[in-house]
């Protein structure tokens, strides 16, 4: 018998429950998010995730729009840092 760890980000499998879990940690984390919307639009074209790393990224149903790093061009509702 073999157990066999499976990273919950991305499906990679590990030996090692220590070495999956530090493999896990690696992956980012959603911060805060941000609902794009077209003006006088209900629902948003698009959402920007801003990640526990600094970057983000602005997604929609067409995959990936805009990728950044650390400083963000948007502020967002649950930003309250100066
Ligand atoms: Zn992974």
């Known amino acids: 018998m073999q157990t066999i760890y499976k990273c919950e980000g991305c499906g990679?499998?590990?030996g090692?429950?220590?070495?999956?879990?530090?493999?896990?940690n690696e992956h980012v984390k959603i911060e805060s998010?941000?609902?794009l919307f077209n003006q006088g639009d209900?629902?948003?074209?698009?959402?920007?995730?801003?990640?526990?790393d600094g970057s983000w990224g602005t997604y929609s149903q067409d995959g990936i729009?805009?990728?950044?790093e650390k400083e963000s061009p948007l502020t967002?509702?649950?930003?309250?840092?100066?």
Not at 16 to 24: A, F, G, I, K, M
Not at 65 to 68: E, S, Y
Not at 76 to 82: G, I, R
């Open 42 to 52: 209900s629902h948003p074209t698009s959402v920007k995730i801003i990640f526990n």
């Open 33 to 35: 998010s941000q609902l």
């Open 65 to 68: 729009i805009t990728l950044g």
């Open 76 to 82: 967002t509702a649950n930003s309250t840092e100066d």
């Open 16 to 24: 090692d429950w220590r070495v999956c879990s530090d493999h896990e």
């Open 12 to 14: 990679k499998e590990f």
